[in-house]
């Protein structure tokens, strides 16, 4: 019998789709995406109650070296169990999800591995109510495990129906942004201002040249805006440094109102601002996340925002001086998206979730992790700042960042990882719990957050379990300069007994 537990990632699949040199081998092969295919058609079945012959599925891609290829298998699959596939082309994920909760679509597949490298691909899937739970996939993945050996490889050199997704998602987008503005269909609501967008080669070149230019923005100067799935410029990551510099670099070079960079399947999304002094600043991370709930608080009144579990304590007294509840939970953007909907459901205003890596999920969005509804939101604010004069970065003026922050990613050098990360949590918990200078944040949701007084490194530090690797990430920040390395070191003394740590990581930061 196939297996094909190991594609799971959480609520999306992803492995190794082509092979290269030095390499994983490749376990998401055209047969596989076959299985998986026939596969979701008999799980949507199911959920829908329709027949196979009434379903309609689209599938998108991001521009990656196996899509195509992949998005042609997965149909194939769909067609064998008797529903009707359509091929999208160049997609964003968002625009995945939209084709079926605004549009005809009963299901949809976005083929993607976010910013994995290139040889990597994988699928995220959607219904008309939104993106799929991890326990929906272990399901589609069991199912995908039953199809017939005997199907063979997946003809994929025929004719597919072709869809266009990306057309009405970007109209819906100007839309939005006119409907906030108040401006009439044939606005230009930007122009006189220069907005570049760096897509990283991935798929969100469509929003400088579909969106942005017309509604009257000079785009000149943007990056990368043509796929190519060899990324040969830069990961296609708001988190990754080198991505954020080069958008950062170019607001200066051209003097921009606004940069903008998405993640390749633009569910994701950075941006830059001028600051007035010939430099810029990066809106990631906690920066995003306060601008986001400065823009929602002045809109919606006091709200509960969800994040992850690495944010600054710079960020939670911010969102607290707006007289809003910061709400700290686990990593994983559909953990923040979840618990701002169960959050809703207990009668809290929890109506944004946003994760430091850049997922960003509204209510009035159905709760899509959409990185380019979160710069729509952004671009709104900043048409109206330039009205009154005033930069939208005078919104988060107040924010008090961290002078210093590391993370150290601590391999666990054993294959039963499970208790040895359990015991580090516990021994982390017992050691720091009764020593003077530090203390335990409680109604913490994920791994261990110790608090450090000013004498012992004045800042915090987050150790916990990866999501799906043998990993204890560990995450220190500091508001005094040296006070990372305090506290690294003090880390480091209470692990140094297991063995089973690989704690280079954090001997490196602790120098």
Same mark, same amino acid.
């Given at each position: 019998?196939?297996?094909?537990?190991?594609?799971?990632?959480?609520?999306?699949?992803?492995?190794?789709?082509?092979?290269?040199?030095?390499?994983?081998?490749?376990?998401?092969?055209?047969?596989?995406?076959?299985?998986?295919?026939?596969?979701?058609?008999?799980?949507?079945?199911?959920?829908?109650?329709?027949?196979?012959?009434?379903?309609?599925?689209?599938?998108?891609?991001?521009?990656?070296?196996?899509?195509?290829?992949?998005?042609?298998?997965?149909?194939?699959?769909?067609?064998?169990?008797?529903?009707?596939?359509?091929?999208?082309?160049?997609?964003?994920?968002?625009?995945?999800?939209?084709?079926?909760?605004?549009?005809?679509?009963?299901?949809?597949?976005?083929?993607?591995?976010?910013?994995?490298?290139?040889?990597?691909?994988?699928?995220?899937?959607?219904?008309?109510?939104?993106?799929?739970?991890?326990?929906?996939?272990?399901?589609?993945?069991?199912?995908?495990?039953?199809?017939?050996?005997?199907?063979?490889?997946?003809?994929?050199?025929?004719?597919?129906?072709?869809?266009?997704?990306?057309?009405?998602?970007?109209?819906?987008?100007?839309?939005?942004?006119?409907?906030?503005?108040?401006?009439?269909?044939?606005?230009?609501?930007?122009?006189?201002?220069?907005?570049?967008?760096?897509?990283?080669?991935?798929?969100?070149?469509?929003?400088?040249?579909?969106?942005?230019?017309?509604?009257?923005?000079?785009?000149?100067?943007?990056?990368?805006?043509?796929?190519?799935?060899?990324?040969?410029?830069?990961?296609?990551?708001?988190?990754?440094?080198?991505?954020?510099?080069?958008?950062?670099?170019?607001? &200066?070079?051209?003097?921009?109102?606004?940069?903008?960079?998405?993640?390749?399947?633009?569910?994701?999304?950075?941006?830059?601002?001028?600051?007035?002094?010939?430099?810029?600043?990066?809106?990631?991370?906690?920066?995003?996340?306060?601008?986001?709930?400065?823009?929602?608080?002045?809109?919606?009144?006091?709200?509960?925002?969800?994040?992850?579990?690495?944010?600054?304590?710079?960020?939670?007294?911010?969102?607290?001086?707006?007289?809003?509840?910061?709400?700290?939970?686990?990593?994983?953007?559909?953990?923040? &998206?979840?618990?701002?909907?169960?959050?809703?459901?207990?009668?809290?205003?929890?109506?944004?979730?946003?994760?430091?890596?850049?997922?960003?999920?509204?209510?009035?969005?159905?709760?899509?992790?959409?990185?380019?509804?979160?710069?729509?939101?952004?671009?709104?604010?900043?048409?109206?700042?330039?009205?009154?004069?005033?930069?939208?970065?005078?919104?988060?003026?107040?924010?008090?960042?961290?002078?210093?922050?590391?993370?150290?990613?601590?391999?666990?050098?054993?294959?039963?990882?499970?208790?040895?990360?359990?015991?580090?949590?516990?021994?982390?918990?017992?050691?720091?719990?009764?020593?003077?200078?530090?203390?335990?944040?409680?109604?913490?949701?994920?791994?261990?957050?110790?608090?450090?007084?000013?004498?012992?490194?004045?800042?915090?530090?987050?150790?916990?379990?990866?999501?799906?690797?043998?990993?204890?990430?560990?995450?220190?920040?500091?508001?005094?300069?040296?006070?990372?390395?305090?506290?690294?070191?003090?880390?480091?003394?209470?692990?140094?007994?297991?063995?089973?740590?690989?704690?280079?990581?954090?001997?490196?930061?602790?120098?």
């Amino acid at each position: 019998m196939k297996d094909y537990t190991s594609l799971q990632n959480g609520s999306d699949v992803r492995g190794t789709a082509l092979e290269v040199e030095g390499g994983k081998p490749v376990n998401l092969s055209l047969e596989a995406a076959r299985d998986i295919g026939f596969a979701f058609a008999r799980w949507l079945s199911e959920q829908t109650g329709k027949p196979a012959n009434e379903l309609r599925v689209a599938i998108g891609r991001d521009s990656r070296l196996t899509g195509p290829s992949l998005a042609k298998a997965l149909a194939a699959g769909l067609i064998a169990f008797g529903a009707a596939a359509e091929i999208a082309g160049l997609a964003s994920t968002p625009a995945m999800f939209m084709c079926c909760a605004e549009g005809v679509y009963d299901g949809g597949i976005m083929v993607t591995a976010s910013h994995l490298p290139f040889e990597r691909n994988g699928a995220k899937f959607f219904t008309k109510r939104s993106g799929l739970e991890k326990a929906d996939v272990k399901k589609i993945l069991a199912y995908a495990a039953e199809v017939p050996d005997d199907m063979g490889v997946p003809d994929i050199g025929g004719e597919f129906v072709s869809c266009d997704v990306m057309t009405p998602y970007i109209e819906g987008l100007k839309g939005k942004i006119l409907a906030a503005l108040s401006l009439p269909c044939d606005a230009k609501p930007f122009s006189g201002m220069r907005i570049i967008v760096d897509a990283g080669n991935g798929a969100g070149g469509f929003f400088a040249a579909r969106l942005l230019s017309p509604l009257g923005a000079d785009t000149a100067g943007s990056l990368y805006l043509e796929p190519d799935g060899h990324f040969p410029n830069h990961q296609p990551n708001p988190e990754n440094a080198e991505a954020m510099a080069s958008i950062t670099n170019a607001v &200066i070079e051209t003097g921009a109102d606004m940069g903008i960079i998405f993640d390749t399947d633009v569910d994701r999304a950075g941006a830059v601002l001028p600051d007035g002094k010939g430099s810029a600043v990066a809106l990631d991370r906690n920066r995003l996340i306060a601008l986001m709930t400065a823009i929602l608080r002045d809109q919606y009144g006091p709200i509960t925002v969800v994040t992850d579990s690495i944010t600054s304590t710079g960020l939670a007294e911010f969102i607290e001086g707006l007289g809003c509840r910061h709400h700290r939970f686990k990593r994983g953007y559909r953990n923040v &998206i979840n618990e701002a909907i169960r959050l809703m459901g207990e009668g809290e205003n929890a109506i944004f979730a946003m994760e430091t890596s850049g997922h960003g999920a509204l209510r009035e969005n159905y709760f899509l992790d959409d990185g380019a509804y979160v710069i729509v939101k952004l671009l709104v604010e900043l048409v109206r700042s330039k009205a009154e004069g005033r930069s939208p970065l005078d919104l988060i003026a107040s924010l008090r960042e961290p002078a210093e922050s590391a993370e150290a990613r601590l391999p666990v050098l054993c294959p039963d990882f499970g208790p040895v990360t359990e015991k580090v949590l516990e021994t982390v918990t017992e050691y720091f719990g009764s020593r003077e200078g530090f203390s335990i944040v409680p109604n913490n949701y994920e791994g261990v957050r110790v608090n450090a007084d000013k004498a012992h490194g004045d800042g915090w530090f987050l150790i916990r379990r990866s999501l799906h690797d043998p990993l204890m990430p560990t995450n220190i920040e500091s508001d005094a300069e040296g006070g990372v390395r305090l506290i690294a070191a003090s880390l480091l003394e209470c692990l140094k007994s297991f063995g089973e740590l690989d704690l280079t990581p954090l001997e490196k930061t602790a120098e």
